[in-house]
């Protein structure tokens, strides 16, 4: 059974940074690009950004509101995806999902429970 | 800023048909890409629910259905259930923006 478990959410102030953790289980994760989605308090989803995996380079896109803040990164030793949140701002303020990529057919097969983020002071 | 179109809501009695539309344009839907859609019930992470226009991931009753015409797509709930009341994404991938959502549509169960 597939399973994406995030971790490191929380409260942080404005202009601190937050890392965020997401444990895969039940494939095999090297094989898979990750994404990460955001959905604000009664909003819509959002998605933030995504890494290839290694096969395709590892490379890594990101959504224009967060792009030279945030950095995806993922280490298939111990299936773990990485969303590294630098200069942080209020309006990141949200639940933070950890999805499974299916890059060439931009869809997103499996979600973790996702963990909220909230940036106050 | 979603560059997909939904309805806010939509609602019908059990055992109804309804459907939700999702327009784009044609950097993303008109270009070519396919249309997935996602339920997410009240308090609860989203789910996939409909891939590549028209495919149901194992699980996903026979009930939703869903199709895609040049810049738009649609998603059918036939024999709408109680269990149905839930919000609707629409998504596609955009020659500019990459992975875009949808607005999002609330399904009410009269």
């Known amino acids: 059974e597939v399973q994406l478990v995030e971790s490191g959410g929380g409260l942080v102030q404005p202009g601190r940074s937050l890392r965020l953790s997401c444990t895969a289980s039940g494939f095999t994760f090297g094989d898979y690009a990750m994404s990460w989605v955001r959905q604000a308090p009664g909003k819509g989803l959002e998605w933030v950004g995504f890494i290839r995996s290694k096969a395709y380079g590892g490379t890594t896109e990101y959504a224009a509101s967060v792009k030279g803040r945030f950095t995806i990164s993922r280490d298939d030793s111990k299936s773990i995806a990485y969303l590294q949140m630098n200069s942080l701002k209020t309006e990141d303020t949200a639940v933070y999902y950890c999805?499974?990529?299916?890059?060439?057919?931009?869809?997103?097969?499996?979600w973790g429970q996702g963990t909220l983020v909230t940036v106050s002071s | 800023q979603s560059v997909l179109t939904q309805p806010p809501s939509v609602s019908g009695a059990p055992g109804q048909r309804v459907t939700i539309s999702c327009t784009g344009s044609?950097?993303?839907?008109?270009?070519?890409?396919?249309v997935h859609w996602y339920q997410q019930l009240p308090g609860t992470a989203p789910k996939l629910l409909i891939y590549?226009?028209?495919n149901r991931p194992s699980g996903v009753p026979d009930r939703f259905s869903g199709s895609k015409s040049g810049t738009s797509a649609s998603l059918a709930i036939t024999g709408l259930q109680a269990e149905d009341e839930a919000d609707y994404y629409c998504?596609?991938?955009?020659?500019?923006?990459?992975?875009?959502f949808g607005t999002g549509t609330k399904v009410t169960v009269l």
């Open positions: 044609s950097s993303n839907i008109g270009a070519g890409y396919d």
């Open positions: 998504q596609s991938y955009d020659s500019s923006l990459r992975r875009v």
């Open positions: 999805t499974r990529d299916q890059n060439g057919d931009y869809y997103f097969d499996y």
């Open positions: 590549g226009n028209s």
